[in-house]
């Protein structure tokens, strides 16, 4: 991953083809992110949903933490 000027967060899922090429379209941009895997873990469901206003579908995305959608937002 490469180095850029703006924070982004990605909240996936292990299993998610979705989450998997989101990530691969961000690396191949040069950007780098902060995953937060949520599979087994609750509290960061209930972070990405509040941080979402509502979303429950993974890949969600973050620029500064400005929401940005999904894979194909």
Excluded at 14 to 43: M, N, V
């Amino acid at each position: 991953m490469g180095k850029n000027d703006i924070n982004i967060d990605i909240y996936t899922r292990e299993w998610c083809p979705y989450c998997r090429r989101a990530k691969a379209f961000l690396q191949s941009k040069g950007l780098s992110f902060t995953e937060h895997e949520i599979s087994d873990d609750e509290e960061a469901v209930k972070e990405m949903v509040k941080r979402s206003g509502g979303q429950k579908t993974v890949p969600q995305i973050f620029f500064d933490n400005k929401h940005i959608g999904g894979y194909d937002d």
